[in-house]
């Protein structure tokens, strides 16, 4: 148990939708990093959140957003899905940036986009 | 631009056999994690180690920062050791991006 909450544990969408995943880091995190990591790959760092604040940025377009809020909660919102954005995502938690210390992961959302 | 890379990519052991898994990075490194990740996907943190040596139980990691590479040791394994064993870095100029390895694949035959 990492105390990282991660939900829903699959979804299932179609081309064109949008989706909302949602993330609770452990309290007195500061720092929440989202990744997308596809089958048989590594995890891909799409951004972080530093108090709520958009603090560095993958390689992923725009249509990819988050939010962090005061409560350790955040999402990540990728709009206008597409068939490539099927994969597990990762969002991991760190008590402080820069991130020089231990990240705690949770246990991932499963998207398939259809 | 910025190499992780991890061998071997795949690692077959019989219960009770040692193995090194081995990370190379290519720049300056102010974070480097190793990471065991289930068949359910879930990533658990091993080692914090940007440098030097830490051990825990059966398990030890080595870096040697200077020469860019991080080892990671698997003492004894167990069928329960089996799973995507990932390295990741943070680098000194971008210490945001974590980047991770393709991983090593450890398969543990009873």
């Known amino acids: 148990e990492t105390g990282v909450t991660q939900s829903p544990t699959h979804l299932i969408k179609t081309r064109g939708q949008q989706v909302t995943l949602r993330c609770s880091s452990q309290?007195?995190?500061?720092?929440v990093s989202w990744y997308q990591q596809a089958l048989g790959q590594g995890p891909q760092f799409i951004f972080q959140y530093y108090r709520e604040e958009e603090n560095g940025r993958g390689n992923f377009p725009p249509r990819f957003s988050g939010l962090q809020f005061p409560n350790y909660s955040s999402e990540l919102n990728v709009n206008a899905l597409e068939l490539d954005d099927s994969a597990l995502y990762l969002c991991a938690s760190s008590l402080e940036l820069p991130v020089t210390d231990t990240q705690y992961f949770g246990p991932g959302t499963r998207l398939t986009v259809l | 631009g910025i190499q992780v890379e991890q061998s071997p990519p795949d690692l077959i052991l019989q219960e009770g056999a040692n193995s090194t898994l081995r990370c190379n990075f290519s720049?300056?490194?102010?974070?480097l994690q190793w990471f065991h990740q289930n068949p359910w996907g879930q990533l658990i943190n091993l080692f914090y180690i940007p440098s030097g040596t830490k051990q825990n139980g059966r398990l030890s990691a080595t870096t040697v920062a200077t020469e860019r590479y991080s080892l990671l040791y698997i003492s004894s394994s167990q069928t329960t050791d089996s799973g995507v064993y990932f390295c990741a870095v943070g680098y000194t100029y971008n210490n945001n991006d974590m980047r991770f390895g393709a991983g090593t694949r450890l398969t543990v035959k009873p």
């Open positions: 720049d300056s490194v102010n974070n």
């Open positions: 309290s007195g995190h500061n720092t």
